[in-house]
C-alpha cells in the first residue's frame, strides 16, 4: 500500500507463547487477565487484538477452544476491536491442534506463519536461575532442537479450512524474504487474495535479523512482490520492538506491539501491561503527524467481514 496513506493500524499481541509467567508479572495468563489487558489495549488505541490462550493455573500456552471462548465473547462483547486468534499456537502442537480455536471462533482475522523455521528461544532460559512452574525452563531450551513446521501443505489446508471455509482473513507472518514468496505462491494459487496484511517480523533467532537494512529490504521484496494488493505492518522482538515499529511507521507501515513480543517499555523498564505500549507507540505515530486508525477504519483497510459474522 501507498506509503502517503495517513491510518496507521496498530495491533496489540496480548500474551502470546514465547514468553513465560517467570519473565514478567505483567503477562496474562487467566482469562480475566486476558480481557482485562485486551480491553485496555483497544482504549490506548489498538484496533487489532492478537490472541492466545494459556493455562490458567500454569500460564503453559495451550490450544484448547473451551480456554479460548472464556475470553473471546467478553472481549468482543465489551470493545470493537478486530478480534485475530493465532494459528501458531505454541511449541510442539499439531496443524490440527493449532487451527481448533480458529475453527470454532470463526474469528474475522487469524495469524498465519508463511513458512517452517528453526524458531530458537533457548538463549532467554539462562537469564534464570529460579522458576515459577517446572514447564518453563524445558519449554525454552528444548528449542534448539525445535523446527516450527508450517509446510506449503499445512498453510494450504489453513486457507482452506478457515480462510475459505469460515471466512477468516489473515495476518501474513513473514519472519523471512523466503516467506514473502511462498505468501507470493498462493496467491498465483488463487488462496489468497487482496489486500493482504503482511506482518514482517525481525529479530527472532531463526529468522531474519533485526537490522535496518533488512527492514528496508522486505519492504522492497513485497512491493515488488505485491504491488499495491497488501497492507504493510511491523514487529520486532525484544529491545528492537520501538525502534523497528518507529522505522516502519515512517516508511508507511502499520505496527505491532505487546507482550507477545517485548516484555520492557523501554531500555531498562519492563512494562506494566500491554496498553502501556500501545500509548508509547500511538504518541510515536500521532507526532509523526499520521494518524491511528479506529477498528472500523482496519476494518475496511483489510476487507474483514465483521465482528457480527464470527462464531462467539
Known amino acids: 500500500m501507498s506509503p502517503g496513506r495517513r491510518k496507521v493500524i496498530i495491533t496489540c499481541a496480548i500474551t502470546g507463547a514465547i514468553h ?50 472464556q475470553f473471546l465473547p467478553r472481549i468482543k462483547q465489551q470493545c470493537d476491536a478486530v478480534i485475530n486468534i493465532t494459528t501458531g499456537g505454541g511449541l510442539n502442537m499439531t496443524v490440527e491442534e493449532r487451527l481448533a480455536a480458529a475453527l470454532r471462533a470463526q474469528p474475522e482475522m487469524a495469524s498465519l506463519n508463511m513458512g517452517s523455521m528453526n524458531f530458537g528461544i533457548f ?4 537469564r534464570y536461575s529460579a522458576w515459577k512452574h517446572d514447564w518453563e525452563e524445558p519449554y525454552l531450551c528444548g528449542t534448539d532442537a525445535f523446527i516450527f513446521r508450517n509446510t ?35 496467491l498465483d494459487r488463487g488462496l489468497v487474495k487482496p489486500p493482504l496484511f503482511i506482518q514482517t517480523i525481525f529479530g527472532i533467532l531463526g529468522g531474519i535479523g533485526a537490522d535496518h537494512d533488512n527492514l528496508v529490504f522486505m519492504r522492497r521484496t513485497a512491493d ?11 514487529l520486532a522482538a525484544g529491545r528492537h520492538q520501538m525502534p523497528f515499529v518507529t522505522m516502519g511507521a515512517i516508511m508507511g507501515g502499520n505496527v505491532r506491539v505487546g507482550l507477545e513480543d517485548s516484555l520492557f517499555l523501554a531500555k531498562g523498564r519492563m512494562a506494566a501491561n500491554n496498553a502501556e505500549q500501545v500509548q508509547k ?14 477498528p472500523a477504519e482496519a476494518r475496511s483497510m483489510l476487507a474483514l467481514k465483521g465482528g457480527d459474522l464470527v462464531a462467539f
Open 20 to 69: 513465560t509467567p517467570t519473565m514478567s508479572d505483567a503477562l496474562p495468563v487467566t482469562p480475566d487477565e486476558i480481557v482485562e489487558q485486551s480491553l485496555a489495549a483497544a482504549a490506548a488505541g489498538a484496533s487489532i487484538i492478537h490472541l492466545h490462550a494459556r493455562d490458567p493455573k500454569t500460564g503453559v500456552p495451550t490450544p484448547d477452544p473451551d480456554v479460548f471462548m
Open 224 to 234: 515488488r512482490l505485491f504491488g499495491d494488493d497488501y497492507v504493510w505492518s511491523v
Open 123 to 126: 538463549p532467554m532460559a539462562d
Open 281 to 294: 507507540v500511538r504518541r510515536v505515530v500521532e507526532d509523526l503527524s499520521l494518524d491511528v486508525a479506529t
Open 152 to 186: 506449503f501443505r499445512d498453510i494450504a489446508y489453513i486457507l482452506q479450512h478457515l480462510g475459505e471455509g469460515c471466512g477468516t482473513r489473515f495476518e501474513h507472518e513473514c519472519y523471512d524474504v523466503g516467506h514473502l514468496y511462498n505468501l507470493a505462491h498462493f
